[in-house]
């Protein structure tokens, strides 16, 4: 069993930058993270293997850098030229195959709000 607990989020201006930050109680082999806006599916943002293959969705890529330190177990996100549509409450998630796809990963925070106005 792995928990995972988010922070970092809040609430910034467009073209601002955010760093969310993912603790993992024990091993984790791939890790990703995700985002849901009420009435929306969850959709896979960036997504990591413990040593390398990074893939990121596109309407994030250039401005999003998904990274691990496995020597503290933690998963973090840094964010920038953050915009309106990033709104959304993001979660951590671990699984067993290097997917955008929600549905490989069996472990998953509880979330934080990340807020970008205009």
């Known amino acids: 069993q792995v928990q995972l607990m988010e922070s970092g989020g809040g609430s910034v201006q467009a073209g601002g930058s955010l760093r969310l930050s993912c603790a993992a109680s024990?091993?984790?082999?791939?890790m990703g993270w995700f985002r849901q806006v009420p009435g929306k599916q969850r959709e896979g943002v960036a997504s990591i293997l413990r040593y390398g293959t990074i893939t990121y969705a596109e309407s994030v890529k250039g401005r999003f850098t998904i990274s691990r330190d496995n020597a503290t177990n933690t998963l973090f996100l840094q964010m920038h030229s953050l915009k309106p549509e990033d709104t959304a409450m993001y979660y951590c998630?671990?699984?067993?195959?290097?997917?955008?796809?929600?549905?490989?990963?069996?472990?998953w925070g509880q979330g934080t709000q990340v807020t970008v106005s205009s």
């Open positions: 998630a671990a699984g067993y195959y290097s997917s955008l796809d929600p549905r490989f990963y069996n472990y």
């Open positions: 024990g091993y984790t082999s791939v």
